[in-house]
């Protein structure tokens, strides 16, 4: 399994990004995917993520409403699109994938429960 997210970058406040991540090795619809961002000196955090079939969908209160994550069965992607970027949203981001059962939100949620990670992509928002 390989995860290859792409699209990072310098951008200023109020700004947007697309970040994409191609997997191979798995099929997307199968499996859980995911965002998870970590700032310097912070923890990992989900950013948002989809369950296996798009059952559930979930997103962090810090970038609801902004952010929006989507998938392409046919490119066998996932993406993340930032809108509206604050300062705080500047960490690497990293595309991740587990097989989770698609109802167990908090097992989706959980970093823990995902097996396959990308190496990650640097966002830096800031003016």
């Known amino acids: 399994v390989q995860l290859v997210e792409s699209g990072g970058g310098l951008v200023q406040p109020g700004g947007s990004l697309r970040l994409s991540c191609v997997a191979s090795?798995?099929?997307?619809?199968?499996?859980?995917m995911a965002w998870f961002r970590q700032a310097p000196g912070k923890e990992r955090e989900l950013v948002s993520c989809i369950s296996m079939g798009a059952v559930n969908t979930r997103y962090s209160d810090s970038v609801k409403g902004r952010f929006t994550m989507s998938r392409d069965l046919a490119k066998n992607a996932v993406y993340l699109e930032m809108n509206n970027l604050k300062p705080e949203d500047t960490a690497v981001y990293y595309c991740?994938?587990?097989?989770?059962?698609?109802?167990?939100?908090?097992?989706?949620?959980?970093?823990?429960?995902?097996?396959?990670w990308g190496q990650g992509t640097e966002v830096t928002v800031s003016s």
């Open positions: 090795g798995i099929a997307v619809d199968n499996y859980a």
């Open positions: 991740a994938t587990g097989t989770i059962p698609p109802t167990l939100v908090v097992a989706l949620i959980n970093d823990r429960s995902y097996d396959y």
